[in-house]
């Protein structure tokens, strides 16, 4: 039996076609799941507070509007992430092809492919707006609450003009109301998805002075606790934040509706992994067992917090068993003669859809509410630093290692999450691109799938393991850090090949969108990597850029922030890989010289680390003195010492890569004069060599030259 399931009920004359009806009746469910998610977290911050006694009452307005504004802040920052994030990876955005779009997919002029694009930014200027006003207003009521004045005490407006301008959570809460300010300006006035990814980024700064505040200004290992709230605030805010998006815009969807969820139930799988994982590695550093989770009420939370997590992770499996498949079932049966069972399907998708986002939404705000809760619990193991401090946790915040013996380096380690975390899921997404050529036939060396994986696992052990643990400590333990970074890495990597993999392996889109592979290719062909991957550019930044960082206070600034480290290990990681791809890789890009060439820069970039590691050989100044000069070492040899010990590093053992490099790029060089020669010989076997022939002509014409001139000079 089939029925004919036919579209929504024409619009009026003159008005433009709207969503179906179908989506309205449940529109209250969603706004009933917003309300909850809303009060969840209010309600989990008074709680959380209410255990607490106030010296100073600030009133009613503060108590009550001060947890209320910040929930607010957080979602509305929340959703203007998730719509730019929407707008840039996941909707459509053709410009002057709605017609072509429309009459591709059969579509009314309602459901036209790319008008949902207009519809997320302008989510993103309202609600980036919205966020503005309540960081405001959170960063006044938040002074309030902390200092216990209430707002029309006389005091009040020049004691909160230096909270803003002296005390560092002033500064940080006045950074993020800057930061949604200029995002309003910017988000109004972007219109294309590379706009929109730009915005994204510039939203992203507040996050990543949010991650600065709460426990992780004050924990004992200060680079964890940034990395894993930054690491939380960025998944849930493109979860929740994107959820709340796309139901915003559901109605402009149209038959996008099916890929736009599928999409993001992918983005939704990696921010569930990221605030897992980030929650689960801060329990661990507050909790001393795992009994701790039963006989503590800071471990009730996290239990109560595993169990609402286990609950996310259902609803997000059932997005894309039931709702992409029932959304799909709906846009192959607009207009067309189905059977009974996939009419019913196509009948119930918008009921599944904002059922399950209503749902999602209440869970989420749970979530949301305990980890309120959470923050305000005092944990079973305190994370503040007590007791008298060594120079070394003065200095660096963390305790003084032990001396640095061989299974030291191998052993010793301390978390960096979002490393750690880049590592492992760049070793996951290689092996599942290589199983997807697996599956449809095609062929991937195993030893460039070796080869990544073995980079992948010493970047691990470089950034969490020994020299990270060392090189806050030694500079020549930093040293070793940057040359493995910069050095032996990106060998392991370029060989690999992973631009020309991914390349192969991830779907190309077709609906006007911007998915991995069309941002790939983008990046690839942009002027920026372009110019950047030129071999001789390449080659002045590998060698120039340490000249730069050692003899600038770029270098105590990696020191002494956590930002600054991260930036440190992306720009010679980015480095290493953009010089030697240009020698010996596959990947495109640059336009690789001829072999001499490659060899000249190859010799070129040696020399001049040879004479950076002399430098700093002879230097007699200690670099950093306030860092290295201070921290009360008991063992190896002095700062100084150790200096020269580095500059010995970068001029000795540094070299041992390059000349690796330099037999790739011989061996590399003869199997190509090898291919040359071949294709010649199969052209000349072919067609004839003709440029043999034409040698041996030009040689037979000169000889006849010669035999005419001397019988010539004979005759006469």
Not at 305 to 318: E, S, Y
Request: include cysteine; hydrophobic fraction near 50%.
């Amino acid at each position: 039996m089939t029925t004919t399931v036919r579209g929504s009920r024409a619009p009026a004359p003159g008005r433009p076609a709207r969503a179906d009806a179908a989506h309205r009746p449940v529109r209250p469910g969603l706004v009933a799941g917003a309300v909850a998610a809303v009060l969840g977290v209010v309600v989990g911050t008074l709680v959380a507070q209410s255990g607490t006694i106030d010296l100073l009452d600030p009133g009613t307005l503060v108590r009550w509007g001060s947890p209320t504004a910040t929930v607010l802040t957080e979602l509305a920052g929340a959703v203007t992430l998730g719509a730019l994030a929407m707008a840039a990876f996941v909707l459509p955005w053709p410009p002057g092809r709605g017609k072509r779009d429309t009459a591709r997919r059969g579509g009314s002029s309602g459901e036209r492919t790319g008008t949902s694009f207009t519809a997320m930014m302008r989510v993103a200027a309202v609600s980036s707006v919205v966020w503005t006003v309540f960081a405001l207003a959170d960063l006044v009521l938040g002074y309030g609450a902390i200092a216990g004045r209430r707002l029309d005490a006389p005091s009040f407006g020049p004691e909160l003009g230096v909270y803003v301008t002296s005390i560092s959570l002033g500064k940080i809460g006045l950074g993020v109301v800057a930061v949604a300010a200029l995002t309003s300006v910017v988000a109004v006035l972007v219109r294309t998805p590379v706009g929109a990814l730009w915005t994204a980024l510039l939203a992203l700064v507040a996050l990543v002075l949010q991650a600065q505040t709460g426990h992780a200004s004050g924990d004992t290992n200060h680079e964890l606790a940034i990395s894993t709230m930054f690491l939380h605030l960025v998944g849930a805010s493109l979860w929740i934040g994107g959820l709340a998006a796309i139901a915003l815009v559901a109605g402009r969807l149209g038959r996008d509706l099916a890929p736009t969820v599928e999409r993001f139930s992918t983005v939704a799988l990696w921010c569930y992994v990221a605030v897992g994982t980030s929650g689960a590695v801060n329990a661990a550093m507050r909790m001393a067992d795992v009994g701790q989770l039963v006989t503590t009420t800071y471990g009730r939370l996290v239990l109560t917090k595993i169990l609402l997590m286990g609950g996310l992770g259902v609803i997000g499996w059932l997005h894309r068993r039931r709702v992409v498949d029932a959304l799909n079932a709906r846009a192959d049966a607009a207009g067309a003669t189905v059977d009974a069972g996939s009419a019913r399907a196509a009948e119930r998708a918008p009921w599944v859809f904002w059922r399950l986002v209503a749902v999602e939404l209440v869970l989420m705000g749970a979530v949301s509410g305990v980890a309120v809760a959470l923050s305000a619990a005092e944990p079973p193991v305190p994370q503040t630093p007590s007791g008298e401090l060594s120079p070394a946790e003065i200095v660096t915040g963390h305790p003084l290692p032990s001396p640095p013996t061989p299974d030291q380096w191998l052993t010793a380690f301390r978390w960096d999450l979002l490393l750690a975390l880049g590592a492992l899921a760049g070793a996951v997404v290689y092996l599942r691109w290589v199983r997807r050529l697996a599956a449809r036939g095609d062929r991937w060396p195993v030893g460039r799938t070796i080869s990544w994986l073995v980079g992948m696992a010493v970047f691990f052990w470089a950034t969490s393991g020994g020299p990270a643990v060392y090189g806050h400590f030694m500079i020549s333990a930093h040293m070793v850090e940057h040359m493995t970074l910069m050095l032996i890495i990106p060998v392991f990597l370029v060989v690999s090949g992973p631009v020309t993999l991914a390349l192969r392996a991830l779907p190309s889109r077709h609906d006007g969108s911007r998915g991995p592979r069309e941002w790939l290719l983008g990046i690839v062909h942009s002027r920026w990597a372009g110019f950047f991957a030129t071999p001789i550019v390449a080659a002045a930044n590998f060698a120039g850029s340490m000249y730069v960082f050692y003899f600038t206070e770029l270098f105590r600034y990696a020191l002494e922030t956590y930002i600054g480290h991260l930036a440190m290990v992306v720009h010679f990681s980015l480095a290493g890989y953009m010089f030697l791809n240009g020698l010996i890789g596959i990947d495109p890009g640059p336009k690789r010289p001829a072999y001499p060439m490659r060899l000249v820069l190859l010799f070129a970039t040696m020399a001049v680390h040879a004479f950076f590691g002399v430098a700093l050989t002879m230097d007699t100044a200690l670099l950093v003195p306030e860092w290295y000069g201070l921290l009360g070492r008991t063992w190896g040899p002095s700062a100084l010492d150790d200096q020269r010990t580095a500059g010995a590093i970068v001029w000795g053992i540094s070299e041992l890569p390059m000349l690796a490099v330099a037999i790739i790029l011989a061996v590399a060089w003869t199997r190509a004069d090898e291919r040359h020669a071949k294709r010649r010989d199969r052209a000349a076997d072919r067609y004839g060599d003709t440029e043999l022939e034409a040698y041996n002509a030009r040689l037979a014409a000169i000889a006849e030259q010669d035999a005419k001139l001397t019988e010539h000079d004979q005759g006469r």
